[in-house]
């Protein structure tokens, strides 16, 4: 048997909601950092090889780690009724000191915008699509077999929504499903946007091919059912960083309104208070697509 | 109409499960501090009279503050679903400056132990049975006369299931119901308990009535039906600062076994992971006995 090429290391083991969640670290080639991450995995599921069990991953939002949505989203509770395990990863390389690297909470570590950095430092090792669609499934898959490649959905919130959004439309046929909480939807035309694109990206041509409401126009895989959920009270929403409206009305253009479906929650803010009452609805649009409801 | 003596600053009012979770803060006499705490409102509870709802308190552990609940555990889900309201109080005072009061995690600031301090200076104002038995519920109920102060009960977690036993020991018949997550069950027993006790506490003939295991012999009050939750993973469990057994088998000796029931978990640590997926089951043992299900 060949050895796995990547190894986790697991730094904690706990049962959650008849399930596990592992808090795993690893080495990671394309960020050139340990990166943590949390997995969980529905009753009976870690430790077999079949069945397997789909896979949903949640791209979490700006200073955010693998933590904040395995402890405040109750995602688990619905992925382990329906037998899906749930991937959490980090939101940026941790390993490097790049000059301004860790001063500002929207540029920087916790905020690598799912994307590959093109622009010198950063390009070294800021490379979140690369980790989030390529290195890390490749590792998990192979390190815990229970995990089905084949059905994969994303979901994701604020950045993370962002990145749910754009590399489902860049890796067309890849994912199930993708849905997304308070995202920003169009981040070239936004202050965290325009800040990270600038930050990250040699040229300002390079911003459409990382931007939601400009890749949509331009995608050509199958169809597909996108779920956005938003606060009304959300001051992000409120304050121009999300812009969903901007996506919609690309959707429109191509003819595809019918494939977004987003739905504002009255009162609600940008919080996890608002993403955890809205877990259910994510997880099963996700469960619909990944074949178990 | 008379003014309310106590008034409540509302910092945030967060839509979540359906029903409004109140950031609150006010001015506490006893603990000579603004306290700041959270109330989880029921679906259409908030702004109305009547009919009036339950109440259930969930009393935190060492170095928490009300958001760890609110935000972790979980309980606002099946709060809604009951119709219950939750109430999240925080674990000390914060407003003073004693020697040594921010240096340690078990003592001081954020490990009030809800007791009554009697050993200077902390008899000034850690006063925290007073506060959560006495001066914040009144305030609350009066100022949200939805709260149905003839229908309360208490839970807690580690310290704060050390209080939620303690205090429904010490007040017969004020609460409807007591359940603890991995509780401090014999404080004076354990090394969490005997610093705490030895800083707060003038005599060490005191520590026995603020320790379950030692009040629940002496309780004259109803018959009770007590849930106890405790991962067998705990470390703090293992490491002997639980000593859930010695409650067990106080209450045998006084006849009392039938009356406090037991759990403990497979694989569960001390966490968040561990309260959350019990939560349904605690919300639902005080449902039961608030008279909701």
């Not at 169809?223 to 999300?242: N, R, T, V, W, Y």
């Amino acid at each position: 048997m060949a050895t796995p090429a990547f190894q986790f290391t697991t730094k904690a083991n706990i049962s959650t909601f008849g399930g596990t969640l592992l808090k795993l670290t690893h080495e990671s080639a394309v960020l050139e950092s340990t990166m943590a991450l949390n997995v969980f995995f529905p009753p009976g599921a870690l430790g077999r090889s079949t069945p397997k069990v789909p896979v949903l991953w949640y791209l979490a939002g700006l200073t955010c780690s693998g933590d904040n949505g395995s402890e405040k989203g109750f995602f688990n509770y619905w992925a382990a009724k329906y037998g899906i395990a749930v991937v959490y990863p980090d939101t940026s390389s941790r390993g490097s000191s790049h000059p301004g690297e860790h001063d500002a909470y929207d540029f920087g570590s916790a905020a690598g915008f799912y994307l590959d950095a093109t622009k010198e430092p950063w390009a070294q090792n800021y490379q979140m699509e690369t980790y989030i669609t390529d290195e890390l499934p490749a590792a998990l898959y192979s390190y815990f077999v229970v995990l089905d490649s084949s059905r994969v959905s994303l979901m994701g919130h604020s950045m993370g929504g962002h990145g749910a959004l754009t590399l489902f439309f860049k890796h067309p046929g890849k994912f199930k499903s993708t849905s997304a909480f308070a995202p920003i939807a169009n981040p070239s035309k936004c202050p965290w946007g325009e800040k990270a694109f600038s930050g990250y990206l040699e040229s300002k041509e390079e911003w459409t091919k990382h931007d939601a409401t400009e890749l949509i126009k331009t995608y050509k895989g199958p169809d597909f059912d996108i779920l956005i959920s938003c606060g009304i009270a959300d001051e992000f929403l409120k304050g121009g960083q999300l812009l969903i409206d901007n996506f919609v009305a690309a959707a429109k253009e191509v003819g595809r309104e019918s494939q977004v479906t987003v739905k504002y929650a009255p009162n609600c803010d940008h919080s996890y208070y608002f993403i955890s009452s809205f877990a259910q609805e994510h997880v099963e649009h996700a469960a619909k697509h990944l074949g178990v409801l």
